[in-house]
Antibody
């Protein structure tokens, strides 16, 4: 079945970096973009960026520009999200989500249709 | 950035109630609006895409409406498994943004 399997929990010191992985299975990896979304404890959902697994192109939220890097490895159907210069405010659950889409009346509509279970990153 | 504002932030309702959650965009997003349900400790789950289209496997008591800047998610008859937090999300432009969430609690 279609699934995204994320790496386990991490505890990092302030100033360090973390790299979270998201392994796709059950579908053709290079066809679907992957989003990264995070959720701080008790807070809402925050979009971080998106990667095209085919060519590796990325779009990052301005808030994370310069600190986030999203990459992919097509040989293992895995995408990675690395966040550097960590601070306590980066403590959150980090989710990867597949970008699904549909064309209706010649317009593309996109949504997040498959999610990983989340990776908890604690900065302390 | 497009701001998404949900109302109310929380609500209390009983099983069988009809519940409506609103979502307003700070500018027109046509129908590029999705709704997600999230239960504690779980990842979000897609309910509605493109404002009014029910995701496969989602019960028909869920429906979405609206376009441009004003949208709504309606649960026609609230069930025990529907107590959760609901988020709207715009996919019109980057950065994609979410509403702050609406927590549906048991009265």
């Amino acid at each position: 079945q279609v699934q995204l399997v994320q790496s386990g929990a991490e505890v990092k010191k302030p100033g360090a970096s973390v790299k979270v992985s998201c392994k796709a299975s059950g579908y053709t990896f290079t066809i679907y973009y992957i989003h990264w979304v995070r959720q701080a404890p008790g807070q809402g959902l925050e979009w971080m960026g998106i990667i095209n697994p085919s060519g590796g192109s990325t779009i990052y939220a301005q808030k994370f520009q310069g600190r986030v890097t999203m990459t992919r490895d097509t040989s293992t159907s895995t995408v990675y999200m690395e966040l550097s210069s960590l601070r306590s405010e980066d403590t959150a659950v980090y989710y990867c989500a597949r970008r699904g889409g549909i064309i209706m009346t010649h317009i593309n509509y996109f949504y997040m249709d498959v999610w990983g279970k989340g990776s908890t990153v604690t900065v302390s | 950035d497009i701001q998404m504002t949900q109302s109310p932030s929380s609500l209390s309702a009983s099983v069988g109630d009809r519940v409506t959650i609103s979502c307003r965009a700070s500018q027109s997003i046509a129908s590029h609006l999705n709704w997600y349900q999230q239960k504690p400790g779980r990842a979000p789950n897609l309910l509605i895409y493109a404002a009014s289209n029910l995701q496969i496997g989602v019960p028909s008591r869920f429906s979405g409406s609206g376009s441009e800047t004003d949208f709504a998610l309606t649960i026609s008859s609230l069930q025990p498994e529907d107590f959760a937090t609901y988020y709207c999300q715009q996919s019109y432009s980057s950065p994609q943004t979410f509403g702050q969430g609406t927590k549906v609690e048991i009265k």
